[in-house]
């Protein structure tokens, strides 16, 4: 029988994979985010007393979701039970019913849960910004704080978004449902963001021990192909989808054996996924062909694209890539696509042109605190041998970094250059 730890990292590695669907499948039945939660919170602390004694169950999934409703049946039952607690109660049993009491086929109901808990957190009623706060928190399993990384706002703004986001949900009682045709457009795009950003943070994490989480990008495609099902003619669904996978495809070249970032520059090309880039490719030409070549993941996917098809980085069409960053900067406007602007005008045109466009971010109150600003800046340095200022920059960009592996690259970069390397 395995160990109490391999145990441990087993109910962990199925927590990642089936919390989402667990809850899911409860808010369906609770109408309510914050009790849903808690009562997937339950099924795990009893899954981390039950499986190291008896087991893993040959379906986890089931057997988190059969002791999770439980829990919500005996919170119920010994609640003060209002009209709407009653109609609760009578929604979880029935479930349970029509389960059979047998977690074997508690999978089958899952279904379209997760479909319809990435649309009910991405609903009218909350602003966009608390749409995505909630929908990372719940669906993507991100703290606060990798939350707060990613938009670049306080770490308090973003518990408050949630927060706020779960008892307006419950106050509105809005209904666990998929959107009507008229709604779908807004929430779609709210949607795409999210997954969006799970996808970045798994790509390139922004904090903890390990640069990269292949889990949580298999899980922001899997939402993506999930969102693609029910609105397979919008072009930027397709986009997105191109743009995680041709991404994808760099995985096994973008860290060596412990886990320390490659550059794209040196990578091996070689160890790229041409599974990956075929579908990313297939997937941008469909968004193209339904017409939607300026939306800005179609727009991100060409960019991916221009790496994927250069068989070596001295073959990168940089030209075009200053052409993308630019089309992208008027539809999407954002410091950090400027920011990739810049390094893609310095490839073309010399550091010196990507120093001078990197000066107009120098004021930018969203990049104070964000670590690839200085990163690049020492980068660019070092190209014209102003090694001392490239060295602080460098060092600038470790102090700001969040990631271990990355603040481990960034001090060597550094080092390298206090020695003459």
Not at 28 to 53: H, I, K, M, N, Y
Not at 131 to 141: D, E, I, P
Not at 342 to 348: D, E, I, P, S
Request: aromatic share 4%; proline share 5%; charged share 25%.
């Amino acid at each position: 029988m395995p160990g109490t730890n391999d145990i441990r990292r087993r109910i962990e590695a199925v927590w990642r994979i089936e919390a989402p669907r667990l809850i899911g499948s409860l808010a369906r039945s609770l109408r309510d985010f914050g009790l849903a939660e808690e009562v997937a919170q339950d099924a795990l602390v009893a899954a981390l007393e039950t499986w190291p004694l008896k087991g893993v169950p040959e379906r986890p999934g089931a057997w988190l979701l059969t002791t999770a409703r439980r829990r919500a049946i005996d919170i119920l039952r010994h609640a003060t039970l209002t009209t709407r607690k009653h109609e609760l109660l009578e929604h979880v049993m029935s479930d349970a019913l029509q389960a059979g009491g047998d977690p074997t086929h508690a999978d089958d109901e899952f279904g379209d849960d997760l479909l319809r808990l990435i649309f009910i957190a991405c609903h009218p009623v909350l602003s966009t910004d608390a749409r995505v706060a909630l929908t990372l928190r719940v669906l993507g399993g991100l703290t606060t704080p990798e939350i707060a990384r990613a938009f670049l706002v306080p770490e308090a703004t973003i518990a408050q978004r949630i927060v706020r986001a779960k008892k307006t949900l419950a106050d509105k009682q809005v209904p666990f449902e998929l959107p009507p045709t008229a709604e779908l457009g807004p929430r779609l795009a709210s949607a795409l963001e999210v997954v969006y950003l799970i996808f970045n943070e798994g790509y390139a994490a922004t904090s903890g021990e390990d640069w990269m989480r292949p889990l949580l990008c298999a899980q922001a495609l899997r939402l993506g192909r999930t969102i693609m099902s029910l609105a397979a003619a919008e072009p930027e669904v397709h986009g997105l989808i191109a743009l995680m996978e041709l991404q994808a495809s760099r995985f096994a070249a973008r860290v060596d054996g412990t886990g320390r970032p490659i550059l794209l520059a040196v990578q091996d090309r070689s160890r790229w996924d041409a599974g990956c880039i075929r579908r990313g490719l297939a997937a941008l030409a469909r968004a193209e062909e339904l017409g939607g070549a300026d939306g800005p993941y179609v727009l991100q996917a060409a960019l991916a694209a221009c790496h994927a098809r250069a068989e070596q980085y001295e073959a990168t069409d940089w030209a075009r890539i200053v052409a993308l960053y630019t089309r992208l900067a008027s539809v999407a406007p954002s410091p950090v696509v400027e920011l990739n602007r810049a390094v893609a005008v310095a490839m073309r045109d010399g550091p010196q042109a990507g120093l001078d466009a990197l000066a107009t971010l120098a004021d930018e109150p969203k990049m104070v605190g964000y670590h690839l600003l200085p990163g690049v800046r020492g980068d660019l340095l070092e190209r014209l041998g102003r090694l001392d200022e490239a060295r602080a920059e460098f060092e600038q960009a470790a102090a700001l970094a969040g990631n271990a592996r990355e603040r481990e690259f960034l001090l060597e970069r550094a080092a390298g250059l206090r020695r003459g390397d």
